[in-house]
């Protein structure tokens, strides 16, 4: 168990770094949409080679594609906006917002599916909607200090 | 442009994951995942690269170097959930640890390495934000 808790840690790290290493990547002039293109085919690469090296390999039917080809844009679409991001505003914020945006899943599946409304999921998006209002007025104070601190 | 960009992301970066969603409700078989991602990721990147192509916009060594960087550290992370769910820890642990930790770690780098200053309404939504994922990630 204990083993298992400080591999969730190395797991933070990881995914932490990952946001990290983007930021390095935007502040050594790296070019955004070739960034994400390559993310992905790497990813691409990876994914081809374990789904040809299963023992029992699954049929793809074409409502699988679609659906695949759908949100693999939207994944694309996400990332490179999140790459974005963090050259004109912070990476802690934008981080923050793809973490945030596992919430969108939720709703849709309790709209879409007639998942049950947990307590716990309410209180959840309250403070998901009250985070971002916060982090907007935030994103304003700092665009009107920046501006004060411009020489004129 | 910010605003809108967050947008984008909640809307674009949340949706993605819907997908697998989908799968299970269609009572798919696991090993269908692989096959999923590998046209998931390979759509993905076709939306990005084809207009690229269209503008003349190329992307060199540098990129393709710290793509692979990012995509290991992906994988890495994804593994190191796997390994931990699979050792017996329970997922209302693994998943607020591994995504709540990655927002800390985002955000000391953020003040020690990058710079970012940030104001209090800023820091307000990053906890809060942070309480919201781990709720999330539990419920």
Known sequence: MKAGVLVCV????????????AKVAERKKCNSSALVVWLFGWATLAMLGRSLTMSHPAHVTT????????FGICAAVGYLAFQVSIAVGKVTVGWLMMNLS??????????????????????????????????????????????????? | MWLLLMLI?????????????VLSVWGLPPNIKFPYL????????SCIAIPMLLRK???GLKEA?????????????????ANALDSGVPGNVVFPVTIGGSILVVAIAGQLFFGEKMSAFSWTGVAIGLLSVVLLSVS
């Not at chain 1, 933070?12 to 290493?21: K, Y």
């Not at chain 1, 409502?63 to 759908?70: F, K, Q």
């Not at chain 2, 909640?10 to 969603?21: I, Q, Y």
Request: proline letters at 3%.
């Open chain 1, 63 to 70: 409502p699988v594609t679609a659906i695949a080809i759908l």
């Open chain 1, 10 to 21: 190395l797991g933070a790290l990881s995914f932490g770094l990952l946001a990290c290493v």
């Open chain 1, 102 to 152: 596992s919430g969108m899943p939720a709703l849709v599946s309790i709209w879409l599916y007639g998942e049950k409304l947990t307590l716990l999921k309410s209180i959840a998006f309250g403070l998901a909607v009250l985070s971002l209002i916060c982090l907007f007025q935030g994103n304003r104070v700092e665009a009107r200090q920046s501006l004060s601190a411009e020489p004129k």
């Open chain 2, 57 to 59: 916009v190329r992307g």
């Open chain 2, 9 to 21: 992301i909640l809307l674009s970066n949340g949706m993605s994951a819907f997908g697998l969603k």
């Open chain 2, 65 to 81: 170097g710290w793509g692979a960087l990012i995509a290991l550290l992906s994988i890495g992370g994804q593994l190191a959930m």
């Open chain 2, 38 to 45: 590998t046209i998931w990721y390979a759509a993905g990147l």
